[in-house]
Nanobody, 122 residues
Framework: QGQLNESGGGSVQAGDSLRLSCAASRLTFDRYGMTWFRHAPGKEREFVATISGSGDSTIYADSVKGRFTISRDNAKNTMYLQMNMLKPEDTAVYYC???????????????WGRGTQVTVSS
């Protein structure tokens, strides 16, 4: 059973930056596309960004395009989300997920992390 553990969340002001990390274990990391989702209170779970196993391909939600950057370091079994110019609308629990063999924008994934809270105040 693969395991994913998010870290790096916190409370910041609008316009600030955060970098989230997702550390993977018990899986062959470079065989998995990796995805970030977020879930805010009273809203549906939302796709944020995804990256292919090699790191060659990325896809972003329109709401974060130009502000967030997804990346991965396969030697460290870790995936990242650099979040710049944060807005109050970005407040949510952020989850990482892994999908074997493909990049994935949907919640039909193989493994989920437990989430990390991001709070942005104005």
């Amino acid at each position: 059973q693969g395991q994913l553990n998010e870290s790096g969340g916190g409370s910041v002001q609008a316009g600030d930056s955060l970098r989230l990390s997702c550390a993977a274990s018990r899986l062959t990391f470079d065989r998995y596309g990796m995805t970030w989702f977020r879930h805010a209170p009273g809203k549906e779970r939302e796709f944020v960004a995804t990256i292919s196993g090699s790191g060659d391909s990325t896809i972003y939600a329109d709401s974060v395009k130009g502000r967030f950057t997804i990346s991965r370091d396969n030697a460290k079994n870790t995936m990242y989300l650099q979040m710049n110019m944060l807005k109050p609308e970005d407040t949510a629990v952020y989850y990482c997920a892994a999908t074997l063999g493909r990049i994935n924008t949907t919640p039909q994934v193989d493994y989920w992390g437990r989430g990390t809270q991001v709070t942005v105040s104005s």
